[in-house]
């Protein structure tokens, strides 16, 4: 089992930029691809962004595309998602999740964490 910890949340004006990092301990980090979910308020949970194992292969959220980036560090057991010239409907909670195999755009998740409140003022 893996316990995963997000940080980097907070307030940004729209226009910013904001790295959220996901630290995960447990079982090897190396051993599970990893995914970026939010949920702003009022709506269901979606996929923001995946990545593989090693960290080679990625997939993006179309609303997201381009401007987030997601990215790993398995020395450092951590994984990250850039977002740049944020809109303030991207105002959310973000999650970070982790599963057994890369599947591109996959929502089943098996590990999550508590989540982190990012709000994007205009």
């Known amino acids: 089992q893996v316990q995963l910890v997000e940080s980097g949340g907070g307030l940004v004006?729209?226009?910013g930029s904001l790295r959220l990092s996901c630290a995960a301990s447990?079982?090897?980090?190396?051993?599970?691809?990893?995914g970026w979910f939010r949920q702003a308020p009022g709506k269901e949970r979606e996929f923001v962004a995946?990545?593989?194992r090693g960290g080679s292969r990625t997939y993006y959220a179309d609303s997201v595309k381009g401007r987030f980036t997601i990215s790993r560090d398995?020395?450092?057991?951590?994984?990250?998602?850039q977002r740049n010239s944020l809109k303030p409907e991207d105002?959310?909670?973000?999650?970070c999740a982790g599963r057994s195999?890369?599947?591109?755009?996959?929502?089943?998740?098996?590990y999550w964490g508590q989540g982190t409140q990012v709000t994007v003022s205009s």
């Open 13 to 15: 004006q729209a226009g």
């Open 26 to 34: 447990g079982r090897t980090f190396s051993s599970y691809a990893m």
């Open 50 to 52: 995946g990545i593989s």
């Open 74 to 81: 398995n020395a450092k057991n951590t994984v990250y998602l």
């Open 91 to 95: 105002t959310a909670v973000y999650y």
């Open 101 to 110: 195999s890369y599947v591109p755009g996959a929502t089943t998740y098996d």
